[in-house]
C-alpha cells in the first residue's frame, strides 16, 4: 500500500471503516520529532488489533498546544513519516487543539495513549466520551529518556 494512500480526510476514513472488519486501534498526538519511544509506542498500539489510525494534530492545532516555535517538522510531512511505518495503517489530520470529534467519528475498539499519561491525566473529557461508548482505553509502556522536548532542548545546546 502507497503510503499517501493512507494519509486520508475524516470523510474517507469513514467511507474505509465501512469496509473494514476487525479490531480498530487509534491514537492521536502530535508526533513532531518522531523517536524510539513513539516507535515503540505504535508498534505496541498495533498489536492490540487489525488496524492503527493516528489522529495528528495540524500545524495549526500544535502551534496552539506547545507555542509558536512548534512544530519543528510539518503536518503533512509528520503524517508522512508516521504513514510510512509498517504498522500504521491511517493517518488523519485534525485541526482541534482537542482530538475529541476526530476520535468520536473514529470510533476505535480500543484507544490508546502512552505512558507518559495514566488514566486520570489523559484529557478527562475524551476519556469519559469514550469509555460512554464501549471503547477500551489503555495506556502503554513508557520508554524512558525519550521526549521530543528533551530532543529540541539536546539540539539547541549542541547548537549554541
Same mark, same amino acid.
Given at each position: 500500500?502507497?503510503?499517501?494512500?493512507?494519509?486520508?480526510?475524516?470523510?474517507?476514513?469513514? @467511507?474505509?471503516?465501512?469496509?473494514? #472488519? /476487525?479490531?480498530? @486501534?487509534?491514537?492521536?498526538?502530535?508526533? =513532531?520529532?518522531? +523517536?524510539? /519511544? +513513539?516507535?515503540?509506542?505504535?508498534?505496541?498500539?498495533?498489536?492490540?488489533?487489525?488496524?492503527?489510525?493516528?489522529?495528528?494534530?495540524?500545524?495549526?492545532?500544535?502551534?496552539?498546544?506547545?507555542?509558536? #516555535?512548534?512544530?519543528?517538522?510539518?503536518?503533512?510531512?509528520?503524517?508522512?513519516?508516521?504513514?510510512?511505518?509498517? %504498522?500504521? =495503517?491511517?493517518?488523519?489530520?485534525?485541526?482541534?487543539?482537542?482530538?475529541?470529534?476526530?476520535?468520536?467519528?473514529? +470510533?476505535?475498539?480500543?484507544?490508546?495513549? /502512552?505512558?507518559? %499519561?495514566?488514566?486520570?491525566?489523559?484529557? #478527562?473529557?475524551?476519556? +469519559?466520551?469514550?469509555?460512554?461508548?464501549?471503547?477500551?482505553?489503555?495506556?502503554?509502556? %513508557?520508554?524512558? /529518556?525519550?521526549?521530543?522536548?528533551?530532543?529540541?532542548?539536546?539540539?539547541?545546546?549542541?547548537?549554541?
Amino acid at each position: 500500500m502507497s503510503v499517501n494512500t493512507k494519509i486520508i480526510s475524516l470523510e474517507e476514513f469513514k @467511507v474505509w471503516k465501512d469496509g473494514f #472488519q /476487525g479490531i480498530l @486501534v487509534a491514537t492521536n498526538g502530535v508526533f =513532531d520529532l518522531l +523517536h524510539p /519511544g +513513539h516507535m515503540e509506542y505504535l508498534e505496541e498500539a498495533s498489536e492490540l488489533g487489525d488496524a492503527l489510525v493516528i489522529a495528528l494534530n495540524s500545524d495549526a492545532s500544535v502551534k496552539s498546544l506547545k507555542g509558536s #516555535q512548534r512544530p519543528i517538522i510539518s503536518e503533512l510531512e509528520r503524517a508522512y513519516m508516521l504513514a510510512a511505518l509498517e %504498522y500504521v =495503517d491511517k493517518v488523519i489530520i485534525f485541526e482541534e487543539t482537542e482530538a475529541l470529534d476526530t476520535l468520536l467519528t473514529i +470510533h476505535p475498539d480500543i484507544y490508546v495513549k /502512552g505512558g507518559d %499519561y495514566n488514566i486520570e491525566t489523559i484529557n #478527562q473529557t475524551e476519556r +469519559h466520551a469514550l469509555e460512554a461508548r464501549g471503547v477500551n482505553i489503555r495506556i502503554l509502556k %513508557y520508554k524512558a /529518556g525519550f521526549s521530543t522536548t528533551r530532543m529540541i532542548e539536546k539540539i539547541a545546546k549542541a547548537c549554541r
